[in-house]
């Protein structure tokens, strides 16, 4: 177009901090539908690090004379660059770099003949809707903020989720066709590009995924069924090895405060099938209850001897079955001679029962009672937490992790640890270290601590779970996209005077940082997609010359 005298020069592009925080370059966030970089091939997401023969290092960005800084504009008139003019960008995508050439602009505003605000010469007027609903200003504005969460990647904006981006690109469908009928014009088809290009974001990259790919979803079904088998035949052992003891018949829901119950202390009882709901609670302990009325047995969780069932519990989720939750126990145990009185006050109970310790537990899922494991709660230390551990234990394919693997084997290994069940394995490729840093009045430095655990056995517990079972869930594969080049994060020769570690620490620490891509099942298609609490970025150091381990504490 013919710009009037004196216009001044713009460059229609918005840009945006990068998401690494020491990064000298800038992020491109929009690209404006007239801007004489459209069709120039830069895409909202990649990196600006320079134009023309300025670079974009510290001094540019000490200077203010990047694209989008304060004093660009100012840059662009002291070197008499007018609208129309070429530029060129020095940019990089998925860090290879490229040439972009697009043209200056300046401002300027399209109007009818009457003079009202209109999307270029033959695009919609902004005040009217077409009978759509929201006018075409207020559209515009919704599509553009949507665009630029969607274009800038999955990384960029939190909440950049696949099944969020699909439900809002879906609202823009009729909206963009009418157009694209409507008004045939250089705005509807660069709304139609970035409608495309949106599309594309959202869909992911197809990816192949064999059966041998998948087959460890399977795993959970064939352990459960195997250690099922098990614990019915260890349950089925105890019974016959306690048969003489096992008393028959025992009263349901004996009252130790109304009845004369010593006949039953120091028996063996076999307590019927209980679930949550035979819970009571008291202020500061929960009891198993298995009786009516205000009569029964009752079983301290807090006990010593519930501590097995829990750690059998937790072992069986971790190797098992990760979405496990409800428990249905039998117990078989002996009465004590303590009676015990317990007060529900939220369910209104008072029960005046007599105190069982456990000794065996039959525990089934509650969703599905074939799936059961067998607890003996007086296991010496050391022997299986329930039955037919030891033989799951010697079935696990184990990943191998070795000192000298790549950072992309060591989160490889890890998302294969999660895969089959393999926690020692998984924990081994967590950093034992953290790089901190200390400020004082007028400087900083850094130091290693090696009393930190990036991933503990304890601390990763939760983590553990909910990645295990979102690997049986939404995701069905990880892959490591990119991975950068190291960097240095501690040098001991950088320490000041009188602040470096002993001798027998670590001399340097290196960093890298990696992209993981998560792979669902959409239809009959694997594709790559994004998802709540799924972690693309990822973070490895190493310490001197040693092995590389992940420095950040998630797990999928």
Same mark, same amino acid.
């Given at each position: ?179 694209? #009928? ?7 088809? %660069?709304?139609?590009?970035? +409608? &495309? =290009? $949106?599309?594309?974001? *959202? ?92 009569? #029964? ?7 010593? %001897?519930?501590?097995?069932? +829990? &750690? =059998? $519990?937790?072992?069986? *989720? ?239």
């Amino acid at each position: 177009m013919g710009w009037p005298e004196g216009t001044n020069p713009i460059v229609e592009i918005e840009t945006g901090s990068p998401l690494d925080a020491d990064a000298t370059a800038v992020f491109v966030a929009w690209i404006p539908w007239d801007s004489g970089f459209r069709g120039s091939g830069l895409r909202v997401g990649d990196l600006i690090v320079g134009h023309d023969a300025v670079v974009y290092d510290r001094a540019a960005v000490d200077a203010r004379i990047r694209i989008g800084d304060s004093r660009f504009e100012q840059w662009l008139q002291a070197e008499g660059r007018k609208p129309d003019d070429p530029l060129t960008l020095s940019v990089l995508r998925d860090d290879a770099p490229l040439t972009i050439r697009g043209a200056i602009g300046g401002y300027r505003t399209y109007r009818t003949a009457e003079g009202r605000p209109r999307y270029g010469a033959d695009g919609p007027i902004g005040a009217e809707n077409d009978g759509l609903g929201a006018s075409w200003d207020s559209w515009h504005r919704q599509f553009v903020d949507f665009a630029k969460r969607a274009l800038a990647g999955w990384d960029y904006y939190a909440g950049n989720y696949t099944k969020n981006l699909t439900e809002e690109i879906a609202a823009h469908a009729e909206r963009v066709a009418f157009l694209e #009928g409507r008004y045939p014009s250089a705005y509807a088809r %660069a709304v139609a590009e970035d +409608y &495309a =290009a $949106i599309k594309a974001v *959202v869909a992911g990259e197809k990816r192949d995924l064999s059966s041998a790919d998948i087959a460890y979803r399977l795993l959970g079904d064939a352990r459960a069924k195997d250690v099922s088998i098990a614990a019915e035949r260890a349950f089925a052992a105890y019974l016959a090895q306690c048969a003489e003891t096992l008393m028959a018949d025992p009263p349901s829901a004996p009252n130790s405060f109304k009845e004369h119950t010593e006949g039953l202390v120091g028996k063996l009882i076999r307590l019927p099938p209980l679930s949550k709901r035979e819970t009571l609670f008291e202020t500061d302990r929960s009891w198993y209850w298995s009786g009516s009325g205000e009569g #029964g047995y009752l079983i301290d969780k807090a006990s010593d %001897a519930m501590k097995p069932l +829990y &750690a =059998a $519990i937790g072992e069986y *989720v971790e190797k098992v079955d990760p979405n496990f939750r409800d428990a249905i126990v039998t117990f078989i145990g002996v009465v004590q001679a303590e009676p015990v009185l317990v007060s529900d006050v939220d369910r209104r109970i008072t029960v005046s029962g007599l105190r069982l310790t456990p000794h065996v537990a039959l525990v089934a899922n509650a969703s599905d009672r074939s799936r059961c494991f067998f607890v003996d709660l007086q296991r010496a230390e050391g022997a299986e937490t329930f039955a037919g551990e030891a033989a799951l234990e010697a079935g696990i394919r184990r990943p191998a992790l070795k000192d000298g693997d790549t950072p992309q084997r060591v989160l490889e290994v890890a998302f294969e640890a999660l895969k089959v069940g393999d926690m020692k394995t998984w924990l081994s490729c967590y950093a034992s270290w953290h790089i901190r840093r200390f400020y004082e009045k007028d400087a900083s430095f850094a130091w290693v601590d090696r009393t930190w655990e990036v991933m503990s056995e304890v601390s990763g517990a939760s983590a553990w779970d909910r990645a295990r079972r979102r690997l049986l869930d939404d995701v069905y594969g990880v892959e490591v996209a990119k991975v950068g080049a190291p960097y240095v994060v501690f040098d001991i020769a950088q320490a000041p005077a009188g602040r470096a570690q002993t001798a027998s620490g670590p001399r340097i620490a290196e960093e890298v940082k990696a992209v993981v891509n998560h792979i669902g099942r959409f239809g009959e298609e694997y594709r790559t997609f994004s998802g709540f609490m799924l972690h693309r970025r990822w973070v490895l150091q190493r310490l001197d010359d040693g092995p590389w381990r992940i420095a950040i504490d998630q797990a999928l």
